[in-house]
């Protein structure tokens, strides 16, 4: 949210490199906004997430997105874990392109964080099961 990853364009911004061109597209600025959703990669990437789960990705905008994925108005919470693992892996798939890594495959990425995300959601207990867990009863204390 603050330009801490480094894309190309914080590189360049930080004077550590001099071009910020995105390697697998061209596009001239590699922002993490283009690496999670503009990028030719992003977007078969989404497309993929598309098909295998019928959930599409919202209008978001390019300077607020980060921000944006956290307002519950614009976002459920399994469409911003989504979001957010989504995100994650492109930026790993990214890296490893980055560092000569074997190719990266969306359609497998999608099933891994969908498969992740539906583990994560098995482990959520039910409000009931939270508040007789934690809370106890004054009787019984």
Known sequence: MHNF???KQELK???VILESH???CGDPDESLCHIVFLCLAAKRFWA?????????????????WAMDVLQPDLCSQKLAA???????SLWSGRNARRHGRK????????????????????????VEQKQQKGGGTVEGT
């Open 82 to 88: 989504l979001l957010v693992c989504g995100a994650w």
């Open 103 to 126: 190719a990266w495959k969306p359609g497998a990425a999608v099933r891994h964080i969908c498969n992740m995300l539906e583990d994560l959601a098995g482990l959520q207990l039910p």
């Open 22 to 24: 995105c390697e697998l």
């Open 48 to 64: 993929e997430v598309k098909n295998f789960s019928g959930v599409s990705v919202p209008l978001l905008h390019p300077t607020t």
């Open 13 to 15: 911004r930080r004077h």
């Open 5 to 7: 990853l480094p894309s």
